[in-house]
């Protein structure tokens, strides 16, 4: 039996035709004309003036928080919500994340839990806020930039899932003083791997891009006065990921059509909703996510789980919160209880922007099937 993925990378005959051209062009590695293009097409997709493309998201992230002055010693507040990538970065620079809870609307970074540690902060302010665009939804950026800027703290977006949702009509990415992307196989594009630090910094940029490449100075020899990193994207993945961004549209137009299907039968089903999706702007449905409770639907989160697992279909729990990861048991969180709650009831579903109407429909059959099952149990009780 073949496993549905939860989120496989949708590739087609653009791919291969960008590939191929590069691979005949000699560019192989490391950089290249293809790789240039990437830069320019990601600056003006996302509204920056400039795009560094590297290894992956979290080389992004651990640039970008190096810029703003993220070093030992310092704090950076972070989204507890999220992939451990983005408390990883915060390490690498040797400063302390300390986790902040999610707003229940948005399931994003709360902007009052920001506010009141900034304001108890005044004299030791954070080196940088870390809000997450979740599942593809971008955070409330309107009242961060006016909470941050009133404290002259930057934020450095991580739009890690995000490339191709809005807000407030602006592209995701642009909101922060940087923004960061990843194109792991499973995000909206795939670069096989890799990630972009955005910026409308140009001096910010060239930082970057000395950083990713081993901070190289220009010389006939090999000379070097700082620790660098090589962290730059090769030409190869670039012209895959130039292919994925021509498609961004489509991609996100199928990732949310998939949603809405979804969003049709649960709206059926007592106990089980959808993420929500905030007011200010439109998400690219990277994942559909639901929440499901167990007093009101009748069975948990993890029993829908295992039972789409026995049928092949990959599906997750939402992410733990960094706050009750062992690795940062020690590390200080703004904590209301809502990321854990999420984590206990979430389930993110098969959103693959290759899914079939047909996929779908199965994936929803497994699941009513299950609740069936289960509604039967409780009654023989």
Not at 2 to 31: C, K, N
Not at 234 to 246: D, E, K, S, V, Y
Not at 282 to 304: F, Y
Not at 342 to 366: H, K, M, N, T, W
């Amino acid at each position: 039996m073949a496993t549905m993925h939860l989120s496989a990378p949708s590739v087609g005959p653009l791919e291969r035709e960008y590939l191929l051209r590069a691979f005949d062009s000699g560019w192989i590695a490391p950089v290249g004309p293809d790789l240039d293009a990437f830069e320019r097409e990601l600056a003006a997709t996302t509204g920056v003036r400039e795009a560094v493309a590297v290894a992956s998201g979290t080389a992004a992230l651990h640039l970008a928080l190096e810029l703003v002055g993220a070093t030992a010693g310092r704090s950076v507040l972070v989204q507890s919500l999220t992939f451990v990538a983005t408390a990883n970065a915060v390490r690498y620079t040797g400063a302390t994340p300390v986790f902040v809870d999610s707003h229940p609307d948005t399931w994003t970074m709360d902007p009052e839990l920001v506010a009141d540690y900034l304001a108890r902060h005044r004299e030791d302010p954070p080196a940088a806020v870390v809000p997450v665009d979740i599942f593809g939804q971008c955070a409330d950026y309107d009242a961060l930039r006016e909470v941050c800027g009133a404290h002259g703290v930057p934020i450095v977006q991580d739009a890690a899932e995000a490339l191709g949702a809005f807000h407030r009509g602006q592209p995701a990415g642009a909101q922060g003083e940087l923004g960061v992307l990843s194109f792991n196989g499973n995000k909206i594009i795939t670069t096989g791997g890799g990630g972009a630090l955005l910026t409308d910094d140009p001096r910010r940029a060239a930082r970057a891009r000395h950083l990713a490449t081993q901070a190289r100075e220009p010389a006939p020899h090999y000379e070097h006065t700082e620790v660098g990193y090589n962290y730059r994207l090769g030409n190869l993945p670039a012209a895959l990921g130039r292919a994925q961004l021509a498609r961004l549209p489509e991609i996100v137009a199928r990732k949310r059509a998939i949603r809405a299907q979804y969003a049709a039968f649960f709206s059926q089903v007592p106990g089980v909703d959808l993420m929500p999706e905030a007011a200010y702007g439109t998400g690219n449905a990277w994942l559909t996510v639901v929440t499901i409770d167990p007093v009101r639907c009748g069975s948990t989160a993890e029993e829908l789980r295992m039972a789409l697992a026995t049928h092949g279909i990959e599906a997750r729990a939402v992410w733990k919160p960094m706050h009750l990861q062992p690795v940062y048991a020690a590390a200080p969180a703004l904590d209301r209880g809502v990321a854990a709650r999420l984590f206990r009831q979430g389930l993110c579903l098969p959103s693959g922007a290759g899914l079939s109407e047909a996929d779908v429909d199965y994936v929803i059959e497994v699941v009513a099937g299950a609740l069936s099952r289960r509604a039967r149990q409780l009654a023989d009780l």
